[in-house]
């Protein structure tokens, strides 16, 4: 098992990862001294394939744990779905020593994180992410929250788990486009911190697509501990933390615009990412030879490296940029490349650069 520290004071806690962590669960939280009642939040999906062990787990520790299990898909991270939990950790009279384990994808790790925040002002709880996404991010660094209908992830707080499991055997069941789209993430940590990895990730490629997980475990603990590290340097994005938007400008746009439920989040930023590092080329001299490695990187990987749109179209997107959070004063600001494994943030770049990148 690899065990990943993320060190926040007395809020530090521990990603474990390996295969067949689901069912030492039950142990985990025992040595935590947590109280009996507990809830297993889940989707449809997740729970059909894993809410079982997970459950027999918890009670084979003397747990008392009740199961909520919301719809699958971005639907759920709504005001609605987290009434409902609320009332149902109310029905089970969850108190608070009673705890909450998330077990699912980005969806349900952000709902029920943010079910753990604010029920009875923040009770313990622990995630068990199951896709690669939720593996190695959304599961690090203590974002919870829900969407509102005027925009994704708009009421949250950071709070953080007492411990994260990724258990690798549920990555198995993961279906493929999925698996890919998390990949993209993994690209990103290679790109903005770790040369390394890179070259490990083109190396390793067809093994990782074949989900090994003897390959696939040090490069999901390797991304855990980008992001622990990123993250406890500076936990409220101030600065160093924006480096983890890298191609997310545009991803975020394409996603917001012309990609509406066409493009995962993952290919959306695989597009952006291709795209941050030709601009990258031009305004900080990242070395073309890098600009093609990562393009035929994602190719390989079975993600889009670049997307094509009419001039209407263009327009949508170039009006969802200037949306975004980072814009200020007209100007967009992107993380760029200096190279492969180094990034620096806040750089600012002309709109009309961008058209000129996006129509090439
Ligand atoms: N908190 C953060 O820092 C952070 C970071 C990145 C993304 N996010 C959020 O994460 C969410 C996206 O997460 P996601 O990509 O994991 O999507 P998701 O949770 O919707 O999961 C994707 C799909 O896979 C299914 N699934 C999950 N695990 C499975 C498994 N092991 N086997 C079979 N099917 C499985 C789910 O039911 C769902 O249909 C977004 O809401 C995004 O905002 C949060
Ligand atoms: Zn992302």
């Given at each position: 098992m690899r065990i990943v520290p993320v060190q926040l004071g007395n809020r530090s806690y521990e990603i474990k990862i390996a295969g067949g962590l689901l069912q030492k669960l039950g142990v985990e939280c025992a040595r935590l001294k947590f109280g009996n009642r507990c809830a297993i939040i889940t989707d449809t999906n997740v729970g059909k394939k894993f809410a079982k062990p997970v459950y027999e787990s918890l009670v084979g520790a003397g747990f008392e744990p009740t199961l909520i299990t919301i719809s699958a898909g971005?639907?759920?991270?709504s005001l609605k779905c987290l009434q409902h939990c609320y009332n149902q950790l109310a029905a089970q009279r969850l108190e608070r020593k009673s705890f909450i384990v998330a077990l699912g994808g980005g969806v349900v790790g952000d709902l029920a994180g943010f079910v753990a925040a604010t029920y009875l002002r923040g009770i313990p709880f622990v995630q068990i992410p199951t896709t690669l996404l939720a593996q190695v991010d959304?599961?690090?660094?203590g974002k919870t929250g829900v969407n509102l209908r005027a925009g994704k992830n708009l009421v949250g707080a950071f709070y953080q788990p007492k411990l994260v499991l990724c258990d690798l055997e549920t990555l198995k069941t993961l279906p493929e486009r999925e698996f890919r789209a998390g990949l993209a993430e993994v690209i990103k940590y290679g790109i903005i911190y770790d040369a390394k990895l890179f070259t490990q990730i083109e190396r390793d490629l067809p093994k990782i697509l074949k989900r090994n997980e003897k390959v696939l475990a040090p490069i999901i603990a390797r991304c855990c501990e980008i992001k622990a590290d990123v993250v406890s340097q500076d936990e409220t994005e101030s600065?160093?933390?924006?480096?983890?938007?890298?191609?997310?400008?545009i991803g975020h746009a394409i996603e917001n615009s012309v990609g509406y439920g066409k493009f995962l989040h993952g290919e959306a930023i695989s597009i952006g990412q291709v795209a941050a590092a030709k601009l990258s080329n031009r305004?900080?001299?990242?070395p073309q030879h890098d600009v093609e490695r990562i393009e035929n990187l994602f190719r390989r990987a079975g993600l889009p490296p670049q997307i094509k749109l009419n001039s209407a179209q263009r327009q949508k997107l170039f009006s969802a940029m200037r949306l975004?959070?980072?814009?200020s004063g007209g100007e967009i600001k992107f993380v760029l490349?200096?190279?492969?494994?180094r990034v620096v943030w806040g750089q600012k770049v002309s709109p009309a650069l961008i058209d000129e990148i996006l129509s090439a």
């Open positions: 971005e639907k759920a991270k959304s599961s690090v660094g600065g160093l933390r924006a480096i983890l938007n890298f191609g997310h400008t305004i900080l001299k990242l975004d959070k980072k814009v490349a200096k190279k492969i494994g």
